[in-house]
């Protein structure tokens, strides 16, 4: 026979899985999150907990098992340039590379938000690869790169703006 917990915990999930509001990857995630909050909170000293309980501190409702941090910074630019022997992947060589790439990246570094909140300085990044493209092209491709917020089960995203070149 279940228990109360075990049906709040299948309730919840099927609330996510029937959502009307929510996309496929937003209830993966979302699902995920069920499980692991499902597990036991980890052991605080006495003065944090009795900071978190009393709302002092938050802990940001990002999971009981703290294994993926919030804020990464991986170095986009090399990883343009140099590719990723792990991803299989050489680098980038036009605008169309380096926001493939870049997309690639963001979806594999560890995030609570399963992508990084910050996305590098994109103009700064992106400059070395438009080449000969007109400013019509290059919006073009930016405007469909930055779709990516979108995509973001927490939708919050942050980059140095991207001003026309």
């Not at 029937?18 to 499902?38: D, G, I, M, Y």
């Not at 926001?99 to 590098?120: A, K, N, Q, R, W």
């Not at 080449?131 to 980059?159: C, G, S, W």
Request: negative net charge; proline residues 9%; aromatic residues 8%.
């Amino acid at each position: 026979m279940p228990t109360s917990h075990e049906n709040a915990l299948q309730q919840r999930c099927q609330q996510i899985v029937t959502s009307p509001v929510l996309s496929p990857e937003q209830k993966r995630h979302f699902l995920a999150l069920e499980a692991e909050n499902n597990l036991p909170y980890p052991q605080l000293p006495a003065e944090a907990r009795r900071a978190l309980d009393e709302g002092v501190i938050c802990d940001m409702f990002e999971g009981h098992a703290p294994y993926k941090p919030r804020y990464v910074l991986p170095d986009y630019a090399r990883f343009l340039a140099n590719g990723s022997e792990w991803l299989e992947l050489e680098g980038a060589k036009d605008l169309d590379d380096a926001l493939s790439l870049l997309t690639i990246l963001y979806h594999h570094v560890p995030s609570v938000t399963s992508m990084p909140v910050y996305l590098g300085q994109l103009d700064a990044l992106l400059q070395p690869y438009v080449r000969i493209l007109t400013q019509d092209e290059i919006d073009v491709r930016i405007k469909t790169f930055l779709a990516l917020p979108r995509q973001n089960p927490a939708r919050r995203l942050y980059a140095r703006q991207y001003r026309p070149i």
